[in-house]
């Protein structure tokens, strides 16, 4: 490999890091969806040629580590038939992909003759088929139920779009401009990543863009050991629980042990509940990324995400547990599950080292999916809108109120942009007062939403986390905790319709309305510490 000079190194570094994001924005722009465009549920990479991820743009961390996986089910399934120009597509859960509705695109990257990279975009397409609009179901079973499936196959064939893979796409799903829209988008930012990196290459020589890739993973790498070696050697355990099984059952553990001896960390997951019936379950490539948030985020957040910080990183995780499923479990809903092992994790590492805990998030991450209809062109449309709550409190500071923690990053969708597409109305979107956990710092506000349907009967599915209250975000260091989330279902004669249960899907008429109430952030700290200041501010600010 080309050795490569410092100052050449970190600025060829930044630009490949640079590209990634640089593809994001094309994405953002190009998109159709809201979920895309308003929401920023996507992300965008480059890879090595062997499918290692070394620059991603930081916009959805639950894919964060995830992606790699599909570029390498991608180079074992077609390894010597990748030409110029061809385009990739695959949400298998059972293939690297998260679940059906994030769909990878992924384009291979060439000098010539010579494969040297990929870029690669995975973005929440707003259906992709199956039982339920939206494409997600707490109560579903199997994949099957939950969309269509695909492999990696080409979605575009040395440079020419692959008409017959458009045409099945386009007739199993409910919104298809959209779709293809947004793969057409995707396909773009991929292009110019592919553009970005092949200018490196003529600036720089291709040996030395390919030294600087290497680099960068063993940067990350070695940035990673040195910040464990600085750490005590420890060990921890913690569990945390879901409500429920996406199907009414007894609440699911996860349950997470940490241990740490010199510059390695080993994390061992066998303690977590078997998969369950419903779509709670974890595909290995987000449980992955679970890992990789949890570990930058504590052990050093001030690391690029590359691939190299996995290296570090010994992995036990028995297939068959709810983060590591058998095929075909539905998985649809597995980003509530991701956050709750999001939470153990930190939560453990708190215990190993105290002077990083943290006060836990919500994890409620509240999703509203609706089958609709658009207002402006009386076609059908698809919404999925999310809620987010307050960040937990830390030693330094308040709780963040209102956004969408740990693992996501998605903003919640504006109220112009639901009723300019879809057949809703958006009654009041406020934060909650007294929802946090009280401490020396208090944990962030949670959010109150409200949707009518109207006009006519739409197909609604809609889940959410901690509405059990035993397990509400926690405080820390002697911090209070936060309020339970609640889901609340009111008829168009005004009366609350009773015995639903908080992740559904079913059928609401016009003037029905549902109300959620998130939870806020856990405290930290002794609440008799927090300071005058502070608790004036709460005071006239009304958020007691």
Not at 305 to 317: F, K, M, S, T, W
Request: proline share 6%; charged share 20%.
């Amino acid at each position: 490999m080309t050795d490569v000079d410092t100052v050449t190194f970190e600025v060829v570094a930044a630009a490949l890091q640079s590209a990634a994001e640089e593809m994001g924005n094309v994405l953002k722009r190009s998109s159709y969806s809201p979920i895309i465009r308003d929401m920023d549920d996507f992300s965008c990479a480059l890879f090595t040629a062997d499918g290692e991820l070394v620059a991603q743009a930081d916009y959805i961390p639950a894919q964060l580590g995830a992606m790699s996986l599909v570029v390498k089910a991608i180079i074992e399934r077609w390894a010597n038939r990748i030409t110029p120009g061809d385009a990739f597509i695959s949400n298998h859960p059972f293939m690297g992909a998260m679940h059906l509705p994030d769909v990878n695109v992924i384009c291979p990257i060439f000098l010539g003759e010579r494969l040297i990279a990929w870029a690669g975009t995975a973005a929440h397409h707003i259906d992709v088929g199956g039982v339920n609009p939206g494409s997600e179901g707490p109560e579903l079973e199997d994949i099957f139920g939950e969309g269509l499936v695909l492999p990696p196959v080409r979605l575009a064939v040395a440079g020419v779009e692959n008409d017959d893979l458009i045409a099945v796409v386009t007739e199993n799903i409910r919104d298809p401009r959209s779709t293809v829209s947004d793969l057409r988008a995707q396909r773009a930012a991929c292009a110019l990543g592919e553009e970005r990196v092949a200018e490196l290459a003529s600036s720089y020589g291709t040996e030395a863009v390919l030294a600087v890739m290497s680099g960068m993973l063993d940067s990350v790498e070695d940035g990673v050991k040195t910040a464990l070696r600085g750490l005590p050697d420890a060990e921890a355990e913690a569990k945390g629980f879901l409500d429920d099984d996406g199907r009414g059952g007894p609440p699911t553990r996860i349950h997470v042990k940490v241990t740490k001896r010199g510059d390695r960390l080993a994390i061992d997951l066998s303690g977590c509940d078997r998969q369950v019936s419903g779509a709670m379950n974890v595909p290995w490539a987000s449980s992955r990324a679970g890992i990789v948030y949890a570990v930058r985020a504590v052990v050093a957040p001030d690391l690029g995400a590359n691939d190299g910080l996995l290296r570090a990183v010994d992995i036990e995780a028995p297939l068959g547990i709810v983060l590591n499923p058998e095929p075909p479990a539905a998985v649809s809903v597995r980003h509530n599950t991701c956050q709750r092992f999001a939470d153990t994790l930190i939560r453990a590492m708190g215990v190993m080292w105290p002077e990083k805990s943290v006060a836990s998030s919500t994890v409620s991450f509240f999703c509203f999916n609706v089958g609709s209809v658009s207002p402006l062109t009386g076609h059908p449309s698809v919404m999925a809108d999310v809620v987010g709550g307050g960040t937990g409190a830390t030693a330094y500071g308040d709780g963040i109120d209102g956004v969408d923690t740990y693992m996501s990053n998605v903003g919640v969708m504006p109220t112009e942009v639901v009723e300019t597409n879809y057949s809703v109305r958006v009654l009041k979107t406020e934060f909650i007062p007294g929802s946090q956990g009280r401490g020396r710092f208090n944990g962030g506000l949670g959010l109150r939403r409200e949707y009518q349907i109207i006009n006519t009967p739409q197909r609604v599915t809609f889940y959410c986390e901690q509405t059990h209250p035993d397990f509400v975000p926690r405080g820390a260091d002697g911090g209070g905790d936060a309020r339970p989330t609640t889901v609340t279902v009111i008829g168009p004669d005004g009366r609350e319709i009773a015995g639903l249960a908080d992740k559904a899907s079913l059928t609401l008429q016009p003037g029905t309305i549902v109300r959620v109430e998130t939870a806020g952030g856990g405290g930290y700290g002794d609440p008799r510490e927090r300071p005058l200041e502070a608790r004036l501010f709460d005071e006239r600010n009304e958020r007691l």
